[in-house]
């Protein structure tokens, strides 16, 4: 256990806490005690433990083993939880993770507000002091989705101080920032503390520069804390003089010592043409320049870095370079030749490393290497070759036969270099390879980029946004917002603005070319909290005015999503009309031929039983039985009749001639049907032929039959399926779209805000559900609108009671998305999940096809619990049976009963917290 | 020689990375295992277990061996309703079909009168009432016509009929089913194999590696296209050969090596399709929501569900640029009629031409968008 000295009470503590990941660990034994009302450091490069214990901090994710106490109790507690969420503000790793992108500024703080339990007084208030403080007062209304990265980590903080937290925890809030809003954000916090001192700050981070400012440090590798105290501490400790070196030496042996300072030697200065060269390179994603009139010429052989925050243009750049992105003006040359003309030979010429470490994760090392020896065409032996040498050059030598989607970040970074060097290319084009990556594994990779350099002359184009590795450049350009600021060596931009560092020199050089822009400094301070300000603690009930704050956001979000509006309502009608029109029972045109062999009077009165309807079409007249079965089977005719010969005189004579007819029977529906049908014209004959001759007893029948079509006397398919459709559609439409709006948040990570804030899932599901269920409605009001008008499908009965039973299906439909929503964790899945899953008890148990009377079993009761057989039945009986509320009732009040069901299960299986 | 190199190897990683996912590798046994299995026979007849009532107003002999006459698994137990139950029950479909046997039936009957049965159907439920109404019908005529047969000389018919069926002389319906089961499985499958390998590798970012490599769209789409269908090819044979031929027992009329051609070509349109969604598609969501309004029409307007001819004539036009119509067409043709290949050569032809212009349309949509989805 590491004791914190002095007496000063403690925030937050943990106690043997370890934590798992499917079968991978991430906290192993954690002990440590947070002291309070201080700035707490947890460092450690990506993937070592860090945003696992912030997130067990916040309450965000669920205690597994061990215990964590905050704010004095024990956070697996769900009342103690729920009591000190109020005091606890969250931020997660990632920019603007936890915000909504399609929302403006100001509605994101209002969501939060809301959550909070804030008037619209408070709330606006607030707004106005934080946005002031941060400088964001001039954008209330941009969306969160077109911010730069620096403002989107202002917005998070006011997002999370928006109710005046007494412990603030924020993940990485600066990875991938500028250097310049870095600064700001750190000015800002440090403003926040000084105007509350009781608040305690816990702030994971990767940059070692950063940690030194904090008033204590906990460090972490492996899932273990290596080490805990204020900087100087550890710094003295291990005996180092930066921190960087301090955290180094605190590893465990086995992971290495660091192999001493990297040495790049001195390049040999080289002649002839440069090997890169960009020339007004300007790339526009509509009103947006990613990328503004950028210059620069790369020498052969030479380390350049590209120096810049994230989205600051380095990636689009590289695209353009790669000629995986056309730029929108200027020109890019490689080798002395334009990209846009890049042949195939000049990709042989370049290796590429996105950022993304793009491998086949399926695919074993060997397989990854060897697939690209293959599409580079490089000989058997040279394959084989290069592939040992850099095996062992690399050291992926013990993993070649491991699936590659397992190894450590390090060493998949290291197979992705290899990938990239295979056929060794005059020049590298490497977009941040080294983020999220350990410093050692850091250094081992720059080792392998220096030799690069040196030894093969490989020209190496970088991007990184750590500054660290921008000085080991032999030049670099400073880039922001689109544009670079400076080109250099890194000494030079140092001395060039007379700091000491490049980190200074860049903030000088941004300042310089931004002015008081957009991402300028706050114009006002942060205030102290007014007291009168602190309003009742948000209730800790179910509030309405949260699930409605839910049912708001989503409205919002729906309305500025053109693909999902457009697939909730042009979706839906595309399917009504291919279904209606798809799905008939109505044979007609048959195609048929007679084999005439008796030319009478009476076998013409036969075919013309046949000829005459509309069922039927004559074809052209059958010679053979040969030509007979040549048509069947061509499928130019789907009946063939073939009249015997004598047939009128065997009539007369009463010895009955036979008939025999020839049905396609392929396809097995079809052939009932035409039986059916052939029968009936037969029949029609003989009637026909008892009341002109008078043979009484001749083929009459002892018994007849009406028959009765009931509600659609003209027995046309289109009054039993146009009424069915929207039953089928209303539910595979609304549901897929709950569990997609749902899951969403999961995979964006949005969801944190359920977990970390007063919010209970009930407000959460039903605040969403309720946009649905309007969307709902609205299909409901189109497709009743087709129905109508466009199939000519009167409706007999009531509207209003249709109407009403549409509401509660759509309540009971988007139900059911939610319900599934919690059991699927990727968008794909839901949606493959909700429409399979639905698909069989909608189309097949639910009347469509069978009535539910005449199913038996298990199908039976699938169609009995299914929300769709009962206004499936509700909209067949109100369209054409003429039904009213008294009639439809008893529909309505199952339906009722499907949406506390469906919404039940969905609570209780919707986790309040990450596993 | 370069490109036919570059296809294989992309296309064996294609395969490679296939194998490795179980979850596709469950669906596809699945969809041509069970699940087709279940499908081809699930929905045995057209008319089964019908829901049936009677109005007995006669109390004789004859309405009561009426009833005995419907039998299962046509149609269930009878249940004898009083005549003012009548509108109510078929309002709340309790059943399908309503016998109302008349007062004096059986002396009418006797007696030669040609008395009148009514049957009520409730059209509502179509499928079944078209069917069921004949059913019933020759059912109960049969009843009376025996009954009649021991009172009266026996009634002959002047003209006699006898209906076969071609191809499937017996109108077994599975036989049927489970072709049209087997074109929904490989369009699904195609299309989502297809679609999805490409927008995982655009999610993961090693399409761009592909694209900065001396390749071309056109062998790295191909070979998408190629390797996935040659999968559900295999799949497709399996199927044919234990499912639908050994278990189900449908004879193939037609040639098996036409059969397969037509087959490859059918896959190669629809993975052209899963291509073309595939690039037009930001996000796997999208490619998901996508691809269920494209299955949906296929699969609805093959021909399978509703015979062509039956659709309206504005729709029959636009359903010629699906390819799932062609095969179905093409398929019948093969399995059951066992028509030659000039028979289905025009089959041929719309689906290889409709599968090229997918496939072109995707090629030169292929670098666009792929590069600016980030």
């Known amino acids: 256990m590491i004791q914190m000295e002095g007496s000063k009470h403690i925030v937050a503590r943990a106690e043997r806490v370890s934590h798992l990941y499917k079968r991978e660990t991430a906290l192993k034994d954690v002990a440590l005690e947070v002291p309070a009302g201080s700035t707490v450091g947890l460092v450690g490069p990506d993937g070592v433990g860090k945003s696992t214990l912030l997130g067990l901090l916040a309450g965000a994710r669920k205690v597994q083993t061990g215990c964590i106490e905050v704010l004095g109790g024990d956070m697996a507690n769900l009342a103690h939880r729920t009591a000190v969420c109020p005091r606890i503000a969250y931020m997660p790793q990632g920019l603007g993770k936890n915000l909504y992108s399609e929302l403006s500024i100001a509605e994101n703080l209002d969501f939060f507000g809301r959550l909070f339990g804030q008037s619209k007084r408070e709330r606006a208030h607030r707004i106005a002091r934080l946005t002031a403080a941060t400088g964001l007062s001039g954008f209330l209304e941009r969306p969160v989705g077109k911010l730069s990265g620096g403002m989107k980590q202002k917005l998070g903080l006011c997002c999370a101080l928006i109710h005046d937290p007494d412990l603030l ?427 005439d062999q008796d030319r009478s009077a009476q076998s013409r009165a036969y075919i013309s039983e046949f000829g005459g309807s509309r069922y039927f079409r004559e074809e052209q007249a059958l010679r053979s039985v040969a030509e007979l079965e040549a048509r069947l089977k061509s499928n130019r005719i789907s009946i063939a009749i073939e009249v015997p010969p004598q047939f009128g005189r065997n009539i007369e004579r009463g010895s009955p001639p036979q008939v025999a007819i020839m049905v396609d029977g392929s396809n097995t529906m079809r052939a009932a049907t035409m039986s059916g049908y052939v029968e009936g014209g037969h029949q029609s004959f003989l009637n026909r032929l008892a009341d002109t001759t008078g043979h009484e007893t001749q083929g009459r029948q002892p018994a007849k039959f009406a028959t009765r079509y009931l509600y659609n006397p003209s027995f046309e398919s289109i009054y039993a399926i146009g009424p069915s459709v929207p039953a089928m559609l209303l539910i595979l439409f609304p549901a897929i779209l709950m569990a997609v709006s749902v899951v969403r948040e999961k995979e964006i990570g949005t969801i944190v805000n359920l977990y970390v804030t007063p919010s209970r899932r009930v407000e959460f599901l039903v605040g969403k559900q309720l946009p649905y269920i309007a969307i709902t409605l609205a299909n409901f009001l189109i497709m009743t609108f087709v129905v109508i008008n466009i199939f000519g499908v009167p409706l007999k009965g009531s509207f209003v009671t249709l109407a009403l039973g549409a509401l509660l299906y759509g309540a009971a439909t988007t139900g059911y998305g939610l319900l599934i929503a919690t059991f699927t964790s990727s968008q794909v899945a839901a949606v493959f999940a909700t429409a399979i899953l639905s698909m069989m008890p909608t189309f097949l148990f639910s009347g469509f096809l069978q009535p539910v009377s005449s199913l038996e079993g298990g199908a039976r009761v699938m169609g009995m619990v299914w929300p769709t057989t009962y206004y499936m039945h509700m909209s067949v009986g109100a369209f054409t049976k003429g039904l009213g509320f008294a009639d439809l009732a008893p529909d309505i009040l199952v339906l009722v009963i499907f949406i506390p069901v469906f919404l039940a299960i969905a609570v209780y299986v919707l986790p309040k917290q990450e596993r | 020689m370069g490109t036919l190199s570059n296809i294989f190897w992309l296309g064996t990683k294609e395969v490679r990375s296939l194998l490795r996912d179980f979850v596709m590798i469950a669906l596809i046994v699945w969809a041509f295992g069970p699940g087709l299995l279940a499908r081809a026979t699930g929905n045995a007849e057209a008319v089964n277990n019908a829901s049936i009532a009677f109005v007995d107003e006669d109390h004789s002999a004859l309405s009561r061996s009426l009833m005995g006459a419907l039998t299962p698994p046509y149609f269930q137990e009878p249940v004898l309703i009083e005549p003012d139950e009548l509108d109510r029950a078929i309002d709340q479909s309790r059943f399908t079909f309503v016998v109302v046997v008349p007062p004096n039936f059986e002396a009418d009957v006797r007696r030669g009168l040609q008395p009148e049965i009514q049957l009520n159907v409730d059209a509502t439920a179509v499928i079944q009432a078209a069917t069921g109404t004949a059913y019933v019908q020759e059912m109960l005529m049969d009843q009376i016509a025996y009954f009649a047969q021991r009172s009266d000389p026996v009634a002959v018919s002047a003209v006699d009929l006898v209906v076969r069926r071609a191809f499937n002389p017996n109108g077994i319906q599975p036989w049927f089913q489970s072709v049209v089961a087997l074109l929904d499985q490989i369009s699904i499958l195609t299309i989502a194999l297809t679609g999805a390998a490409l927008l995982r590798e655009r999610e993961h970012g090693t399409i761009e590696h592909l694209l900065v490599m001396p390749l071309t769209s056109f062998e790295i789409a191909t070979s998408k296209v190629l390797a996935n269908g040659l999968v559900i090819m295999f799949a497709f044979a399996i199927s044919l050969t234990f499912i639908v031929e050994y278990s189900i027992g449908v004879p193939i009329a037609g040639s098996r090596a036409l059969l397969f051609l037509g087959t490859f070509v059918y896959l190669f349109s629809a993975a052209a399709i899963g291509v073309f969604l595939g690039t037009v598609a930001r996000t796997m969501a999208q490619f998901a929501l996508l691809m269920l309004l494209t299955i949906m029409p296929m699969m609805m307007l093959s021909g399978g569900m509703t015979p062509i001819e039956s659709q309206p004539a504005w729709l029959q036009p636009i359903t010629q640029l699906l390819p799932s119509r062609h095969y179905m067409a093409f398929s019948q043709a093969i399995v059951f009629r066992g028509a030659g290949f000039e028979a289905v050569l025009n089959e041929f032809l719309a689906m290889a031409g409709l599968g090229i212009v997918f496939f072109g349309a995707s090629l030169v949509l292929f670098r666009r968008s792929i590069t600016m989805s980030r």
């Open chain 1, 169 to 595: 925890i924020l993940d990485e809030p600066t990875t991938g920032v500028d250097p310049l809003s870095r600064r700001q954000f750190w000015e800002l916090i440090s403003t926040i503390k000084a105007g509350r001192k009781e608040m305690s700050l816990i702030v994971s981070t990767a940059y070692m520069d950063e940690a030194e400012g904090f008033d204590w440090l906990i460090a972490m590798d492996g899932g273990r804390v290596l080490g805990a105290g204020k900087p100087s501490e550890l710094m003295a400790q291990t005996g180092t003089e930066t921190l960087e070196a301090a955290y180094v030496g605190m590893l465990p042996a086995a992971k290495g010592t660091a192999q001493g300072e990297i040495v790049i030697p001195p390049r040999q200065g080289e002649d002839g043409e440069p090997a890169i060269v960009a020339k007004g390179l300007t790339r526009r994603f509509g009103k947006f320049t990613a990328v503004d009139s950028v210059d620069f010429e790369i020498e052969r052989g030479e380390i350049f870095g590209f120096l810049g925050s994230n989205g600051c243009g380095k990636t689009t750049t590289m695209k353009m370079l790669t000629g995986l992105l056309p730029p929108s003006s200027g020109e890019a040359y490689l080798f002395g030749q334009a990209v846009e003309a890049g042949t195939l030979a000049m990709r042989r010429r370049v290796g590429y490393m996105s950022q993304a470490f793009s491998l086949y994760g399926e695919l074993t090392v060997r397989q990854n290497l060897d697939l690209h020896a293959r599409l580079f065409h490089l000989s058997a032996d040279r394959a084989r070759r290069r592939i040992d040498d850099l095996a062992e050059r690399f050291g992926l030598g013990r993993f070649l036969d491991e699936l590659s989607g397992g190894l450590p970040l390090g060493l998949r970074q290291r197979l992705s270099l290899a990938v990239a060097v295979l056929h060794e290319p005059e020049m590298l084009i490497l977009d941040e390879p080294t983020s999220g990556v350990d410093p050692l594994a850091r250094d081992d990779f720059w080792r392998l980029l220096v030799d690069l350099s040196r030894k093969d002359n490989v020209t190496i184009f970088i991007s990184t946004h750590f500054m660290n590795e921008a000085m080991r450049c032999d030049r670099i350009s400073l880039m922001h917002a689109g544009r670079v600021l400076a080109v250099g060596t890194p000494e030079e931009l140092v001395q060039s603005r007379g700091g000491t560092t490049l980190e200074a020199a860049f903030i000088a050089y941004m300042e310089e070319a931004l002015g008081p822009g957009e991402d300028g400094v706050g114009a006002g301070e942060l205030e102290a909290r007014v007291p009168e300000e602190a309003t009742a603690k948000p209730s800790t009930g179910f509030s309405l005015t949260r699930l409605m704050a839910y049912a708001l956001r989503e409205t919002k979000e729906v309305l500025r999503d053109p693909v999902r509006l457009g697939f909730a309502f042009i979706g839906s009608t595309i399917l009504l009309f291919i279904f209606s029109y798809g799905i008939t029972t109505d044979v007609d045109e048959i195609k048929f031929a007679v084999l």
